[in-house]
Protein backbone atom coordinates (compact mmCIF):
# COMPACT_ATOMS: atom_id res chain seq x y z
CA UNK A 1 0.00 0.00 0.00
CA UNK A 2 1.41 3.33 -1.45
CA UNK A 3 1.79 6.25 1.06
CA UNK A 4 0.22 9.37 -0.15
CA UNK A 5 3.12 12.45 -0.69
CA UNK A 6 2.46 14.55 2.52
CA UNK A 7 0.78 17.72 2.04
CA UNK A 8 2.03 21.29 1.74
CA UNK A 9 0.66 23.41 3.93
CA UNK A 10 0.49 26.94 2.87
CA UNK A 11 1.81 29.58 5.29
CA UNK A 12 -0.91 31.47 7.25
CA UNK A 13 -1.94 34.77 5.92
CA UNK A 14 -2.81 38.43 7.71
CA UNK A 15 -6.34 38.43 7.30
CA UNK A 16 -8.04 41.71 5.60
CA UNK A 17 -7.68 43.75 9.36
CA UNK A 18 -4.12 43.03 9.97
CA UNK A 19 -3.15 44.46 6.36
CA UNK A 20 -5.05 47.43 6.36
CA UNK A 21 -3.95 48.34 9.91
CA UNK A 22 -0.28 47.85 8.75
CA UNK A 23 -0.74 49.70 5.35
CA UNK A 24 -2.39 53.03 7.41
CA UNK A 25 0.41 52.42 9.77
CA UNK A 26 2.96 52.78 7.18
CA UNK A 27 0.72 56.20 5.63
CA UNK A 28 0.30 57.63 8.98
CA UNK A 29 3.97 57.81 9.02
CA UNK A 30 5.15 59.01 5.68
CA UNK A 31 2.49 61.91 6.76
CA UNK A 32 4.62 62.29 10.07
CA UNK A 33 7.97 62.90 7.95
CA UNK A 34 6.54 65.03 6.14
CA UNK A 35 4.87 67.19 8.31
CA UNK A 36 7.63 67.30 10.74
CA UNK A 37 9.67 68.61 7.91
CA UNK A 38 7.50 71.26 7.32
CA UNK A 39 6.88 72.62 10.68
CA UNK A 40 8.99 70.89 12.79
CA UNK A 41 8.12 68.55 15.90
CA UNK A 42 7.69 70.92 18.46
CA UNK A 43 5.00 73.41 16.06
CA UNK A 44 3.65 70.28 14.60
CA UNK A 45 0.40 68.94 15.69
CA UNK A 46 -1.54 65.22 15.40
CA UNK A 47 -4.39 66.83 13.51
CA UNK A 48 -2.02 68.11 10.59
CA UNK A 49 -0.97 64.22 10.60
CA UNK A 50 -4.04 63.19 9.94
CA UNK A 51 -4.49 65.88 7.32
CA UNK A 52 -1.60 64.93 5.26
CA UNK A 53 -2.50 61.19 5.81
CA UNK A 54 -5.96 61.75 4.54
CA UNK A 55 -7.60 60.17 7.72
CA UNK A 56 -9.39 61.56 11.20
CA UNK A 57 -7.54 62.74 13.79
CA UNK A 58 -8.98 59.62 15.79
CA UNK A 59 -7.54 57.46 13.34
CA UNK A 60 -3.74 58.27 14.04
CA UNK A 61 -4.64 58.03 18.22
CA UNK A 62 -5.85 54.55 17.48
CA UNK A 63 -2.39 53.91 16.28
CA UNK A 64 0.15 56.48 18.35
CA UNK A 65 -1.01 58.00 22.19
CA UNK A 66 1.56 61.11 20.98
CA UNK A 67 3.95 62.45 18.57
CA UNK A 68 7.04 61.37 20.89
CA UNK A 69 5.44 57.67 20.07
CA UNK A 70 5.65 58.56 16.16
CA UNK A 71 9.48 59.77 16.37
CA UNK A 72 10.14 55.90 18.07
CA UNK A 73 8.17 54.65 15.17
CA UNK A 74 10.21 56.19 12.62
CA UNK A 75 13.53 55.67 14.18
CA UNK A 76 12.15 51.76 14.48
CA UNK A 77 11.62 52.05 10.55
CA UNK A 78 14.94 53.06 10.13
CA UNK A 79 16.56 49.91 11.75
CA UNK A 80 13.54 47.95 9.61
CA UNK A 81 14.91 48.95 6.70
CA UNK A 82 18.49 48.19 7.13
CA UNK A 83 17.63 45.24 8.58
CA UNK A 84 15.84 44.44 5.16
CA UNK A 85 19.30 45.32 3.62
CA UNK A 86 21.32 43.17 5.85
CA UNK A 87 19.36 40.52 5.08
CA UNK A 88 18.94 40.63 1.27
CA UNK A 89 22.93 40.36 0.94
CA UNK A 90 22.63 37.63 3.56
CA UNK A 91 20.16 35.48 1.18
CA UNK A 92 22.22 35.44 -1.91
CA UNK A 93 23.52 31.90 -1.92
CA UNK A 94 27.18 33.04 -2.70
CA UNK A 95 28.86 36.07 -2.09
CA UNK A 96 30.51 37.26 -4.91
CA UNK A 97 32.77 40.80 -5.82
CA UNK A 98 29.71 41.30 -8.06
CA UNK A 99 26.75 40.06 -6.40
CA UNK A 100 27.91 42.20 -3.27
CA UNK A 101 28.17 45.18 -6.09
CA UNK A 102 24.83 44.96 -7.27
CA UNK A 103 23.73 44.66 -3.59
CA UNK A 104 24.58 47.78 -3.13
CA UNK A 105 22.77 49.38 -5.96
CA UNK A 106 19.60 48.07 -3.83
CA UNK A 107 21.18 49.27 -0.54
CA UNK A 108 21.70 52.42 -1.91
CA UNK A 109 17.71 53.20 -2.31
CA UNK A 110 17.07 51.93 1.25
CA UNK A 111 19.07 54.72 2.94
CA UNK A 112 17.83 57.06 0.57
CA UNK A 113 14.31 55.73 1.24
CA UNK A 114 15.42 56.46 5.35
CA UNK A 115 17.37 59.77 4.79
CA UNK A 116 14.03 61.77 5.20
CA UNK A 117 13.14 59.86 8.40
CA UNK A 118 16.32 60.03 9.67
CA UNK A 119 16.40 63.86 9.43
CA UNK A 120 13.05 64.43 11.13
CA UNK A 121 13.97 62.14 14.00
CA UNK A 122 17.19 63.71 14.86
CA UNK A 123 15.59 66.77 14.29
CA UNK A 124 13.29 65.64 16.90
CA UNK A 125 15.36 63.80 19.02
CA UNK A 126 16.34 66.37 22.38
CA UNK A 127 12.33 66.39 23.07
CA UNK A 128 10.72 63.10 21.51
CA UNK A 129 12.98 60.47 21.89
CA UNK A 130 13.75 57.83 24.78
CA UNK A 131 16.43 58.01 27.29
CA UNK A 132 20.11 57.83 25.77
CA UNK A 133 20.87 54.22 27.23
CA UNK A 134 17.16 53.18 25.90
CA UNK A 135 18.46 54.97 22.58
CA UNK A 136 21.87 52.74 22.79
CA UNK A 137 20.36 49.59 24.03
CA UNK A 138 17.84 49.48 20.79
CA UNK A 139 21.28 50.39 18.80
CA UNK A 140 23.56 47.28 20.15
CA UNK A 141 20.24 44.85 20.21
CA UNK A 142 19.59 45.83 15.89
CA UNK A 143 23.27 45.62 14.93
CA UNK A 144 23.60 42.76 16.94
CA UNK A 145 20.69 41.57 14.57
CA UNK A 146 22.42 43.05 11.36
CA UNK A 147 25.91 40.68 12.30
CA UNK A 148 23.63 37.93 13.25
CA UNK A 149 22.06 37.45 9.49
CA UNK A 150 25.59 38.01 8.08
CA UNK A 151 27.34 35.31 10.12
CA UNK A 152 24.24 33.19 9.99
CA UNK A 153 25.60 30.84 7.15
CA UNK A 154 28.24 28.53 8.92
CA UNK A 155 29.72 27.08 5.72
CA UNK A 156 29.78 30.79 4.20
CA UNK A 157 32.65 31.07 7.29
CA UNK A 158 33.84 27.49 7.25
CA UNK A 159 37.67 27.63 8.44
CA UNK A 160 37.05 31.61 10.02
CA UNK A 161 37.35 31.60 13.74
CA UNK A 162 33.91 32.91 14.99
CA UNK A 163 35.17 36.11 16.36
CA UNK A 164 36.99 37.54 13.63
CA UNK A 165 33.80 36.51 11.67
CA UNK A 166 32.16 38.37 13.84
CA UNK A 167 34.20 41.52 13.87
CA UNK A 168 34.37 41.26 9.74
CA UNK A 169 30.90 41.57 9.48
CA UNK A 170 30.36 43.88 12.12
CA UNK A 171 32.94 45.92 10.64
CA UNK A 172 31.60 45.72 7.23
CA UNK A 173 28.21 47.07 8.84
CA UNK A 174 29.38 50.09 9.88
CA UNK A 175 31.65 50.78 6.78
CA UNK A 176 28.45 50.50 5.04
CA UNK A 177 26.05 52.52 7.01
CA UNK A 178 29.27 55.34 7.55
CA UNK A 179 29.54 55.68 3.79
CA UNK A 180 26.24 55.59 3.04
CA UNK A 181 25.06 58.56 6.03
CA UNK A 182 27.96 60.72 5.11
CA UNK A 183 26.49 60.43 1.11
CA UNK A 184 22.97 60.36 1.08
CA UNK A 185 21.86 61.79 4.50
CA UNK A 186 24.27 64.36 5.08
CA UNK A 187 25.03 64.83 1.68
CA UNK A 188 29.13 64.70 1.99
CA UNK A 189 30.60 65.50 -1.60
CA UNK A 190 31.84 62.26 -3.52
CA UNK A 191 33.80 63.17 -6.54
CA UNK A 192 34.06 59.48 -7.95
CA UNK A 193 31.92 58.83 -11.17
CA UNK A 194 30.77 55.55 -9.47
CA UNK A 195 31.25 55.87 -5.75
CA UNK A 196 29.79 52.31 -4.72
CA UNK A 197 32.70 50.97 -6.67
CA UNK A 198 35.26 51.88 -3.89
CA UNK A 199 33.05 50.68 -1.04
CA UNK A 200 31.93 47.29 -2.93
CA UNK A 201 36.04 46.98 -3.04
CA UNK A 202 36.54 47.90 0.79
CA UNK A 203 32.92 45.51 1.42
CA UNK A 204 34.70 42.85 -0.73
CA UNK A 205 38.36 42.67 1.79
CA UNK A 206 36.18 42.48 5.23
CA UNK A 207 34.24 39.84 3.54
CA UNK A 208 37.08 37.86 1.78
CA UNK A 209 37.07 35.33 3.83
CA UNK A 210 33.68 34.21 3.16
CA UNK A 211 33.69 35.09 -0.70
CA UNK A 212 32.93 32.13 -2.54
CA UNK A 213 36.42 32.30 -4.12
CA UNK A 214 38.57 32.72 -1.25
Known amino acids: MSRSAPQQTAPPRRNLREEQKSLTHRRLLE?????????????ARMEDIARAAGVTRA???????GKAQI???LVERVYELREEAYAELAALPRWTPAGIRAW????????R?????????????PTALRSINDGRAQYV???ERYVGLLISDP???RGVDPAEARQRALMAVLQTESFFSAWIAVGLPVDT????HLLADSLGHLLGPALADA
Open 104 to 111: LDGAESRW
Open 113 to 125: EMAPIRRVANAAA
Open 31 to 43: AAVTVFDELSFLD
Open 155 to 157: ERW
Open 141 to 143: EAH
Open 59 to 65: TVYAHFT
Open 193 to 196: ADPL
Open 71 to 73: VDA
